[in-house]
């Protein structure tokens, strides 16, 4: 595979399971983060999700619990952590996974852009925004691409693969063949609002928000309904809360900025109230649900 030495940017709930993937597919990875207690809190998270992972082969007679522990400690010797940009410099494949906000993002990828070889492939795991726009800001447009990954990234087996026009044949092909060896099915998308999933998803999730704003039902409701009535592992309020609501909220506000006369791309108020108060879902312990750590309360 071309690509062997991997930078992802910001350790949080995504970045920290892009990590384990790469590094579980056989990539030396290296990780940026704003701060050393962010970087130890991610780098903490995939300790324990190694550990899950182990115990589960064993229980699942997949494999001996030496196995298991020296596989999972192999994963983790690939993997650092840095607060220092210079260290992503001579990677091949830089992927971001930092706030989903463009300006943020824009901005990291002029940085980046300066200071990589000129080989590095960029990648951004955003939920919405236009791919295009950061592969400009990068000044390296034809080794751009979107590696959309999903929550939690460790489980599930979807990357979405997005090109811009004037993305390089060779840089989506590395790119999706990357995504393959972090043991997902890659799916090629064109630079649309929300790729495919996000584009049928949020939308739902919101329109779920606005029932239960006007009364039509409750979340337990909603939630039960869509679960037993349509097979989905989850509701699409508790699905808001796993996510996090601040996320949630920069998806649909950065739509209504660009679409405003799109019904679809609308803010709930719920949802605009519940960040406000700081009640973001799981991550705070409290959204629509309250959570106990990973599992509903
Ligand atoms: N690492 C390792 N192991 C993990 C883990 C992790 N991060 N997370 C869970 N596990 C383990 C659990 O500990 C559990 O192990 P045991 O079987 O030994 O108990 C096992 O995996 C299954 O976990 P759960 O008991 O929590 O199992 P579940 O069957 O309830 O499945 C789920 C959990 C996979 C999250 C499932 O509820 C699900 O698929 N939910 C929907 C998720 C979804 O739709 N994600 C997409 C969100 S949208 C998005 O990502 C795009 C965007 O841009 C916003
Ligand atoms: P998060 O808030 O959990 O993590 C973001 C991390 O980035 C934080 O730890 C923060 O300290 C770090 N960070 C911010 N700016 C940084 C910088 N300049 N340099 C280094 N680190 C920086 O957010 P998340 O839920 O992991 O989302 C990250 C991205 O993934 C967003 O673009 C989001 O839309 C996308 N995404 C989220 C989900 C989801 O379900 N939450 C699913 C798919 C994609």
Redesign the pocket.
């Known amino acids: 595979m071309a690509i062997q030495k991997v930078g992802v940017?910001?350790?949080?709930?995504?970045?920290h399971g892009i990590v384990q993937v790469a590094a579980q597919g056989g990539c030396t990875v290296v990780v940026?983060?704003?701060?050393q207690k962010?970087l130890d809190s991610?780098l903490g998270r995939i300790d324990k999700s190694l550990a899950k992972l182990a115990e589960k082969a064993v229980k699942d007679g997949k494999a001996t619990e030496e196995e298991a522990k020296a596989k999972a400690a192999a994963t983790r010797a690939r993997i650092s952590g840095t607060t220092s940009k210079q260290d992503l410099a001579d990677c091949d494949l830089v992927i971001e996974?930092?706030?989903?906000n463009l300006d943020?993002k824009k901005a990291?990828f002029k940085e980046l852009g300066a200071l990589c070889k000129p080989s590095t492939i960029f990648a951004s795991?955003?939920?919405?925004f236009p791919i295009g726009e950061m592969a400009i800001a990068s000044g390296r447009p034809a080794r751009f691409v979107g590696l959309?990954?999903?929550?939690p990234v460790q489980l599930m087996k979807l990357v979405e693969v997005v090109r811009t026009d004037i993305t390089d044949a060779q840089v989506f092909e590395d790119a999706k063949a990357f995504g393959a060896a972090c043991g997902k099915a890659p799916v090629a998308c064109k630079d649309t609002p929300g790729f495919v999933v996000n584009r049928l998803l949020v939308p739902y999730m919101t329109e779920a928000m606005r029932m239960l704003e006007r009364g039509d039902a409750s979340a337990q409701d909603i939630d039960t309904a869509m679960k037993l009535g349509c097979g989905y592992p989850m509701g699409p309020i508790e699905l808001t809360d796993y996510?996090?609501l601040d996320?949630t909220l920069?998806?649909v506000e950065g739509w209504t900025k660009r679409y405003p006369n799109e019904p679809a791309f609308q803010v709930p108020k719920i949802l605009r109230d519940l960040v406000a108060q700081k009640k973001l879902g799981r991550?705070t312990g409290e959204g629509f649900y309250k959570w106990e750590g990973d599992k509903r309360a």
């Open positions: 940017v910001g350790c949080g709930l995504m970045g940026l983060e704003a701060e962010f991610g996974a930092i706030v989903e943020a990291l795991n955003t939920s919405s959309h990954f999903f929550n996510v996090g996320t920069f998806i991550k």
